[in-house]
């Protein structure tokens, strides 16, 4: 006799999707023969697909069960992400192919890079839900495997033999078994499509993103998170012919694949790439109208940033291709189209998969030489090469770490040179030659962008990578000899560090412009050192010293000068900076070390709010800057449970982008009594003006109403102008008091700032209490409307006001955006650890 609980699986297997039970035949026609011996999804994972949503450790047990029984798969785990899940990789292709895998992807690279007359099987990346909660492409791609595994016949043989297909069945794993977890243990017996139901709308931070609540696909360009990593190192060693992206969007849309909306394709991206997507899209349209599909394409989306999935291929001679499906978020969900079930939305990803695999194999000539053709075309741009460079090692490293990533070739230059009218040793300038097979991905790394065809982007219209590093920069109108060029970058040349000046029984000082001081300096506070950070310049019998140099006096520890000399010489290698001995503390031309200017720093204490309405994305940042880049922690708190904490266990608080109007009054008061008793809030974007509203600092913003448009418009074109007054990521110059302790570590007046908000600080009356302003013409790359770029000149960054003896800082911009920001980051950890120095005569 079956159980109640046998029986209520069984109604469940019987659900009707769209008049038809739910099993293979719901996704396969009944013609298709499968091979028996190949396991199905249901055998491993125990439900048909559609069922529940699927959890990532049963997504990879069917992965390698299916490379275990099947001659056309082998599986590769290319990397692991945060959460140490594997990010797998299936190579399908005929046995044939396999048993020559390596050979054929030299045989691809070498035709496609010029190199041999030798075609090979084209390549075909198929990734699914880089946003772990759209997770109808990850339930599909179970689907997809088990067809491209099992399936019989002439069409997949063909099929088989004339391509070589990656399924990465989940872009971000960390994201899809926090979903799962959350929708699937909230899924009842009784189907409940109520927008409203607890199961059809997760918690902060969702399972969008990463583990550090990163949005994947806007890091295929930047690479800063161990899944994009892998995923752009397995891109970069097969450059596939074509790359899928499955994605879903609102419940109350239908579906949506590319090409997207023309005016808005980047220039950089060749007109041909749009002509083959086209050719593809066809074949799309013919699967879905094959079961009843709505759908629509050149709308909505566009291919301008390559930092995303669909569009990073287009500028590598490959062609990127979207797909958005409706979201039904958990089993099932009421839309304006009725009820939307998550079998059908699997249903449609596995039937533009199979189409995208159709086109391929039809298109395999032109997609091949068109690839042929992009990197082996003559360089016709008059800049030659790239050349950049800092005193900050670190900085430049990371810079030529991220573009050696895209397989472009970096070298340091072998001869000192002026960059911008600075003079720079060797050892800190890299050259970028323009003549390399990825040329064009070397441009849109380098280029200011001040002209488009269209005001309307889905992502950031600008990310010029040298400016977000903060490094000077120029472009090169002559061929550098390859005599010139230097040695070539790698990975493992790191920056090295050492004591310089031997053991000291008096003490050491290291510089604040390296990238990692703060690192150092916080390893050292944790270790229970006393340290104090310079004012003012100094200099030492061998060394000119800049503000914000920390000085450890070997007298003022608890420990031998033998043990202080071992513990920094270790940091100073593990952490590739420079520490300088000194043995006296004597100036008799400036500033001695006993002076008053040297103030002592204490270790910070760090929490942050995070929480419904925060920005998880801005508190993602800062965690991520704070506990993977740096190595100190903070405290996650969520707003709701604020009201219980013990505030007298941090020293700072950190409030990242949102909103707070929850925070009830007995919150707000203890709130205040520490800030008054001496603690520091750092506050980014939109938390200030709730800080402003409590008193806690004077941020007066000028009004971002949208400005109306001068003589009548039709109503057509309302939204469109709307859009165009948003900011949706653009680069300016600011211009900075370099004296001031949250500049400390700078060495230019001329600070890149990042902005994609429209907010628009007033600069303050007091003329100490501007530190980081935007200058009058402060345009440098991207797309912002006239009366958004009237509001940018001249307002400020930072404004700073003290409350008892605390301090609150608050920043208009994301300083940490999306990890790649290098060159502000020291501005936010400068607050962290120097907001005690600033003085409230610089107060707004």
């Known amino acids: ?174 994201g899809l078994q926090r979903f799962a977890n959350w929708t699937n243990s909230r899924t009842g017996y009784t189907m409940n499509p109520d927008p409203q139901n607890i199961e059809q709308n997760e918690p902060w931070p969702n399972g969008r993103t990463n583990h550090y609540w990163f949005d994947l696909n806007r890091d295929w360009l930047t690479a800063q998170q161990p899944e994009s990593q892998g995923r752009v190192a397995l891109f970069q060693k097969w450059k596939p012919n074509i790359l899928t992206d499955h994605h879903e969007m609102g419940s109350n849309a239908t579906f949506f694949f590319q090409p997207g909306i023309p005016s808005r394709n980047n220039p950089l991206i060749p007109e041909i790439t749009y002509n083959l997507t086209h050719k593809i899209a066809e074949y799309h349209a013919s699967a879905l109208d094959s079961i009843g599909s709505l759908y629509y394409t050149k709308e909505n989306y566009d291919d301008f940033y390559f930092g995303k999935g669909s569009t990073y291929p287009d500028i590598q001679g490959g062609i990127g291709i979207l797909f958005e499906q409706a979201s039904s978020r958990a089993y099932a969900q009421n839309t304006e189209h009725g009820v939307l079930k998550f079998p059908f939305t699997v249903k449609n990803h596995l039937n533009t998969t199979l189409s995208t695999l159709k086109a391929a194999l039809s298109l395999k000539d032109e997609l091949i030489s068109y690839q042929r053709n992009f990197y082996t075309k003559e360089n016709t741009s008059p800049v030659k090469a790239y050349v950049f460079a800092s005193k900050d090692q670190h900085r430049n490293y990371h810079l030529a770490e991220l573009i050696n990533r895209h397989d472009i070739a970096v070298y340091h230059s072998k001869d000192d040179r002026k960059v911008n009218g600075t003079s720079f040793k060797a050892n800190e300038i890299y050259v970028i030659p323009t003549s390399q097979p990825q040329q064009t991905l070397i441009q849109t790394i380098f280029e200011k962008n001040l002209s488009y065809e269209d005001s309307l982007f889905y992502d950031v219209s600008a990310w010029t990578m040298p400016l ?66 310079a004012t003012d310049f100094f200099s030492t019998s061998s060394y000119d010293f800049k503000r914000g140099a920390i000085f450890i006096p070997v007298t003022l520890q608890n420990i031998s000068s033998s043990i202080i000399y071992g513990q920094l010489e270790q940091i100073a290698s593990e952490e590739g900076i420079n520490i300088h001995a000194v043995h006296s503390g004597l100036n008799f031309n400036g500033v001695s070390l006993g002076s008053p200017s040297f103030e002592t720093i ?99 913003f000028k009004p971002s109403d949208n400005e109306k448009p001068e003589g009548s418009l039709s109503y057509a074109k309302m939204e469109r102008y709307k859009g165009a007054q948003q900011i949706g990521g653009a680069i300016f110059n600011t211009k900075v008091d370099l004296t001031h302790p949250l500049l400390y570590g700078y060495e230019n007046e001329n600070v890149p700032v990042f902005k994609r908000n429209r907010l628009f600080l007033n600069p303050s009356n007091n003329p100490f209490a501007n530190p980081i302003s935007f200058t009058e013409a402060p345009l440098l790359s991207g797309y912002i409307s006239k009366p958004n770029l009237d509001k940018v000149g001249g307002s400020s960054v930072v404004g700073i006001s003290h409350y008892g003896k605390g301090c609150i800082i608050g920043f208009t911009e994301d300083l940490n955006f999306r990890a790649f920001w290098y060159g502000t980051n020291k501005i936010f950890l400068n607050a962290i650890f120097f907001a005690p120095l600033i003085d409230r005569g610089a107060d707004r």
């Open 468 to 533: 977000a590093f903060g490094v000077k920069y120029e472009e090169v109108n002559k061929n550098i000899p390859s005599s010139s060029l230097g040695k070539k970058y790698s990975p493992d040349q790191k920056p090295q560090g050492s004591i310089i000046g031997g053991v000291s029984e008096y003490g050491y000082i290291f510089e604040w412009t390296d990238y990692y001081s703060p690192k150092i300096l916080y390893k050292l506070l944790n270790k229970g050192y006393n340290l104090k950070v």
């Open 1 to 174: 006799m079956k159980t109640i609980s046998t029986l209520l699986v069984t109604i469940l297997v019987a659900i009707v999707c769209n008049g038809q039970s739910l099993d293979l035949n719901y996704y396969f026609s009944p013609s298709v023969n499968f091979l028996t011996h190949v396991p199905t999804p249901k055998s491993v994972i125990g439900y048909e697909v559609g069922e529940q949503h699927v959890s990532h450790d049963k997504l990879v047990q069917y992965m390698q069960l299916l490379s275990e029984s099947s001659d056309r798969i082998t599986h590769i785990n290319y990397g692991e992400s945060n959460e140490h899940r594997p990010l797998m990789a299936l190579f399908i292709t005929s046995p044939e192919n396999h048993k020559n895998l390596e050979t054929l992807r030299n045989q691809h690279v070498d035709y496609a890079l010029g190199k041999s007359s030798e075609k090979s099987p084209l390549v075909v990346y198929m990734g699914y839900s880089i946003h772990g909660n759209e997770a109808s492409g990850s339930n599909a791609a179970l689907l997809a495997a088990y067809y491209l595994a099992a399936a019989q016949g002439e069409e997949i043989n063909r099929l088989l033999e004339n391509t070589i297909i990656i399924l990465d069945p989940s872009f971000n794993p960390d």
């Open 602 to 700: 204490h270790k910070p204490k760090i929490a942050m709010l995070i929480g419904s309405g925060i920005s998880s994305y801005d508190a993602g940042e800062i965690w991520h800057l704070l506990d993977k880049r740096f190595e100190i922690p903070v405290s996650l708190i969520d707003k709701d449970h604020f009201n219980r904490v013990n505030l007298n266990s941090y020293n700072t608080l950190i409030m990242p982008d949102g909103t707070y109007s929850e925070l009830n009054n007995t919150t707000i008061e203890n709130l205040k009594s520490w800030i008054k008793a001496g603690g520091t809030i750092i506050a980014t974007e939109k938390s200030l003006s709730y800080l402003a509203g409590l008193g806690l600092g004077k941020f007066d």
